[in-house]
């Protein structure tokens, strides 16, 4: 039996990779929006929105109206994450202020 | 010996707790002292009224410019504006004259001040808004336009005269100062930058181009004819900007957090003169 040649191995192994990018639909797309939202709206609660999660979720808004639901949930996520690093960095500040405090 | 010892920790805690307890609520008064004492420390070649100069105080701040400008101040429209709009009569009849003590002359460093009837902080700004709302009128953006013109008429009328912040022995009051003193020192935004990383650590330093005004006396000479700008601007029109510069989304311009950062900072900077319309960079 021939050996199968590199190429073919390497697109075979990009094939889960390329499905998964396919499978992106509206709805995983809004849900990932959706959870961006939430936290984003924890994240102004605490008086410490991100001007870089809001152009991620902007982002991701916008995708979704193209209808590039991959896209949208990349920068869902990517909203997400930051403000979950805003949300962690109001948090620690709740105590961490005091020794920045003159006395 | 061994069960002496833990009646004594045992006595040293307990008593440690009252003295605990009595340090843990706001005292404004020896915030004032500390906050002042620290800047004196650190730049004790400054004279403490010359703080409200604030950048000017420093080489390379380009102080020989902000005096020849000084002689024709880029803000003496808004002051002749200004005046315009303090003397003109509501509807009703009435001025401004009408909402304010002393007909409002010589009276702007007395904001921010606690209004004890809705428990909140009154900038002089919102002050203003109030009056016209109770006659009638819109209340105005807080950040420039005609709100910092007639905001930079009754300062120019308070000019040399100390400021004068009261936070009384009254809870709320206390709260929203000890607010504004979390919002002053607490890190923000993605760059993780405090109003105090800059202009209390940093103070006098460089950042960029810029000299960085010291947090003592920075509330004086507002409002605020800022070159960056092109026109005069209030001080909440500057916490917006700074709030921006860290990647922080900014508080709307009437937000709480923002009348008790003005709150406690400008008690800060009790007995300096008061020094605006000023010129900045």
Redesign the interface.
Known sequence: MKPLPLVLIAGLALLPAAALAGDATSAGAQQAIAAAEAKISAA?AM??????T?AAFRAAKAAERKGDYAAAEAAAAEAGK?ADL?IA??RR?KA???S???? | MRIGLVVLALLAAFSAVPVALAGAGPDPAADIKAFQGHFRTELPAIPLAAYVNGPYNFPGSGRAQWKQITEFPPYSFAIDSGKVLFETKFPNGKTYTSCFSEGGIGIAGNYPMFDPKTGRVVTLGVAINRCRVANGLKKWPLTKGKMADLVAYMTVTSRGRPIDVVVPNDPRALAAYEAGKEYFYSRRGQLNFSCASCHVQAAGKRLRGNVLAPALGITASFPLYRSKWGSIGTLVRRFIGCNKKVGSVPDKPDSAAYRDLAYFLTAMSNGLPIAGPGSRP
């Not at chain 1, 008086?47 to 870089?52: H, I, L, M, S």
């Not at chain 1, 920045?100 to 006395?103: L, Y």
Request: no cysteine; aromatic share 16%; net charge neutral.
């Open positions: 102004a008086q410490n929105q991100w001007f870089a809001m930051l805003s960095q109001a500040q961490l202020w005091q920045e405090a003159v006395r």
